[in-house]
């Protein structure tokens, strides 16, 4: 299974981004998706998670009220509604998904986490 991330850019402070990562390869069946952020010499953190198949979705603090967690199930994609970005949400944003391989007489097979490249998000004062 492989993440792509894109969407990320340059943004004034009070400005909205919509990342997306689509996931592609084998046949697999997810179970949590979700987004992470690293900005220059901090650990990275989570931001937002679907967790369970999409059944339930947390936040974290920082991001409750102005972003938003989605999942497109048929195009294997999920997103990040970013909205009133702050200097401080400048950071790379990777997306990671774990869940199980699935065959023709196998499912859930081989257990699988797997993170994007990356998509880096500035935000201007």
């Known amino acids: 299974v492989q993440l792509v991330e894109s969407g990320g850019g340059l943004v004034q402070a009070g400005g909205s981004l919509r990342l997306s990562c689509a996931a592609s390869g084998s046949t697999f069946s997810m179970n949590n998706m979700g987004w992470y952020r690293q900005a220059p010499g901090k650990q990275r953190e989570l931001v937002a998670v679907l967790t369970n198949n999409g059944d339930s979705t947390n936040y974290a603090e920082s991001a409750k009220g102005r972003f938003t967690i989605s999942r497109d199930r048929a195009k294997n994609t999920m997103y990040l509604q970013m909205n009133s970005l702050k200097p401080e949400d400048t950071a790379v944003y990777y997306c990671?998904?774990?869940?199980?391989?699935?065959?023709?007489?196998?499912?859930?097979?081989?257990?699988?986490?797997?993170w994007g490249q990356g998509t880096l998000v500035t935000v201007s004062s």
């Open positions: 990671n998904a774990d869940g199980y391989y699935c065959s023709a007489y196998v499912c859930p097979g081989a257990y699988f986490e797997v």
